[in-house]
């Protein structure tokens, strides 16, 4: 097992000026970030992950679907393809960081509603990219790892169980899933069966308190989750995911209007303790 943290708590495009919160994740013992990985060029991403590796960590890459333009789900050929060209694109960013898994909710932009549940063509469509993105990830040696979003965020895929059907449909052994406890909570009965569900189709798992505050200060049952992860031989990243207000726009898109907890250092220092202690315990 292995303990990251997501810089979306501090930024959507990490620079330079994050190297610091990078050197504070690796003082108190992550064994590496998850990095976003929403645009830019491959050298910005090879830069970074030569930083990330001197200071002896390793990355994981998150990413997602940006706008309409390139809509996974849309009836337009060319929608379809430059969501197919956007993963392409995130895969070699991955490449260039060292990082062998590309997460995220790769589904459909945020925020875009039909009115209705999915339709049978608009998830046939979504297996079809999530295919060929699964194939140009392999060529990679990136693995694409999908995480459902609950209701208010997207509609054509919310559960564990439609995550394995969509699976099933994508048929590519390159495609994965997540768990996010945060997500789970909200549309989950069982959010701890979920994990259950999923067995060996579940490749990274997000630690995400029920506010997206500090891990371990609400009402997550966290002990619950990671001896359900054990029992499966869970053995992946561990990645703790909290937002807050230092960038104004990621703040707007993850709908963060209040602060989820005093600072950052909170999150950090208190999510690594709640995974080392959890984890141990759960054995």
């Known amino acids: 097992m292995k303990i990251g943290c997501n810089l979306l708590l501090w930024t959507g495009h990490v ?4 190297l610091p919160v990078i050197e504070a994740l690796k003082a108190v013992g992550y064994d590496g970030v998850e990095v976003p990985a929403f645009g830019g060029d491959a050298a910005h991403y090879r830069r970074l992950g030569r930083q990330i590796r001197d200071l002896g960590l390793a990355a994981t890459a998150i990413t997602m679907i940006p706008d309409p333009a390139r809509n996974p789900i849309s009836a337009d050929p060319a929608h379809r393809q430059a969501a197919i060209d956007h993963l392409a694109a995130a895969s ?10 590309l997460c995220g909710p790769i589904l459909q932009p945020l925020g875009l509603f039909s009115g ?7 998830l046939a469509r ?10 140009t990830a392999a060529q990679h040696r990136v693995a694409l790892v999908m995480e459902y979003l609950n209701r208010y965020d997207v509609y054509v895929i919310n559960t564990m169980a439609q995550a394995l059907a969509h699976a099933a449909r ?3 052994p390159n495609f994965g899933l997540m768990h996010d406890t945060f997500q789970a909570n909200l549309e989950e009965r069982d959010p701890v069966g979920a994990i259950r569900q999923a067995g060996a189709l579940l490749r990274h798992v997000h630690i995400s308190e029920n506010d997206r505050g500090t891990p371990g200060r609400g009402h997550i049952p966290f002990a619950e989750h990671f001896r359900a992860l054990r029992a499966i031989g869970y053995d992946g990243w561990l990645t703790v995911e909290a937002f807050g207000r230092a960038d104004p726009g990621l703040a707007a898109a993850t709908r963060t209007w209040r602060d989820f907890s005093p600072d950052p250092c909170q999150v950090y220092t208190e999510g690594i303790r709640l995974i080392r202690d959890g984890w141990a315990a759960a054995a």
């Open 170 to 172: 994508v048929g590519h």
């Open 92 to 101: 070699e960013w991955a490449v260039e960081l060292g990082a062998d898994l």
């Open 15 to 18: 620079e330079d000026r994050h």
């Open 126 to 135: 979504l297996a079809d990219v999530h295919r060929a993105a699964a194939e």
């Open 116 to 122: 209705a549940g999915p339709t049978e063509a608009e």
